[in-house]
């Protein structure tokens, strides 16, 4: 049975250990150490993680004193669980471990290159300018700190056009919200005539009890009724065609469009009804066939071509006697037909297919 522990890892004797004394936390810590750096290698962050984050814990629990001695060493541990972080795609964990590595040692580099990059991964671009700015401040010559610096001020410029041009089409959307409110035939109108309508309405009720009840589906909007724009109705892609209101799809044919077609009426067909031409080529072309009666050159009748075929066919062929035969090698050739059966008078016909 598995035990109700930590969970399976390679990692398990350094992850559960828990010593006592201050320089056996330092030798366990400078194992942890080590074990990370050859995880991140491998490219195993989650075991890296953990190993990194058993190292930050063993040091919080030192002495003050020697607490204070190894603020660079957290500094080092949390950067590193940073890189951890956001190669498992957890940028908010990466961002909280660089923020604490630059109060551990606002001196370390790497720290503020670490936060520059969850950064960039969390869209706080600017927080990220910041932060490479802070790294080349100890590194001048850095030039991969320049190369990610000057990424960060090309991505602040895209969010810097990006929200401007958002912030344009709101205010166009606006207005255009502001103008189509004062179009005639709007809502206002609309809550015009049912006011209208109801004030007909009282009066109705008030001379004459049998028209009490009136339903308000009795009363049509005026942009309804007349065939008129809404204040949504340029949105959905209407438009008015012939006075009416329809898809902004819908076209009208034109009178030369309507010569060209035709006229497409859908026809009925009564059955048992043959053309007179296709009853006149059937009576005509007896031997033509059943399954064509269009008088295709694949059904044409080809008897005689198939006659004068045979015929020629068999005047050229001859046979050669063998040795021991009454006249060896003499050549016996055919030199007249006096008959062929046509499969006309055998009771059938020569059709090509």
Not at 31 to 58: F, H, N, W
Not at 213 to 218: K, R, T, V
Not at 301 to 327: C, H, N, R
Request: charged residues 30%; aromatic residues 6%; negative net charge.
């Amino acid at each position: 049975m598995f035990s109700s522990g930590p969970s399976f890892s390679p990692h398990n004797d350094v992850l559960t250990a828990t010593p006592s004394a201050d320089s056996d936390k330092l030798s366990l810590v400078e194992e942890l150490k080590r074990r990370g750096r050859l995880s991140v290698t491998t490219q195993r962050y989650p075991d890296a993680k953990e190993l990194y984050g058993k190292a930050i814990e063993v040091l919080s629990t030192m002495a003050q004193q020697e607490f204070q001695s190894k603020k660079n060493d957290l500094a080092i541990l949390h950067s590193n669980r940073a890189l951890c972080c956001l190669q498992m795609n957890q940028a908010q964990e990466s961002y909280d471990d660089a923020t604490s590595a630059t109060c551990y040692d606002p001196t370390y580099v790497k720290s503020y290159w670490r936060l520059g990059q969850a950064c960039m991964a969390l869209n706080k671009t600017q927080e990220a300018i910041h932060a490479y700015k802070s790294a080349l401040e100890l590194d001048e010559s850095n030039k991969a700190l320049q190369k990610e610096l000057s990424k960060a001020e090309q991505q602040w410029i895209k969010d810097q056009e990006e929200a401007a041009r958002l912030e344009k089409e709101r205010l166009e959307n606006t207005a255009a919200a502001v103008v189509d409110e004062t179009v005639p035939g709007s809502t206002t109108t609309s809550v015009s005539r049912r006011s209208s309508s109801s004030n007909v309405s009282a009066n109705a009720k008030n001379s004459d009890n049998d028209n009490m009840n009136i339903d308000d589906e009795d009363y049509v909007d005026d942009d309804e009724e007349e065939g008129k724009f809404s204040k949504s109705d340029h949105v959905r892609g209407y438009k008015i065609i012939n006075g009416k209101k329809t898809s902004f799809f819908h076209h009208e044919q034109t009178e030369e469009e309507k010569r060209l077609i035709g006229d497409i009426t859908p026809k009925r067909i009564e059955p048992n009804t043959v053309p007179a031409e296709l009853s006149s080529s059937t009576q005509q072309d007896k031997d033509v066939s059943a399954w064509n009666k269009a008088g295709t050159w694949e059904e044409k009748d080809v008897t005689d071509w198939a006659i004068e075929s045979v015929k020629g066919k068999v005047m050229e062929a001859f046979y050669q006697l063998p040795e021991g035969s009454p006249d060896p090698n003499a050549c016996i050739r055919i030199v007249d037909i006096s008959k062929l059966i046509s499969s006309k008078n055998a009771g059938g016909s020569a059709h090509a297919s």
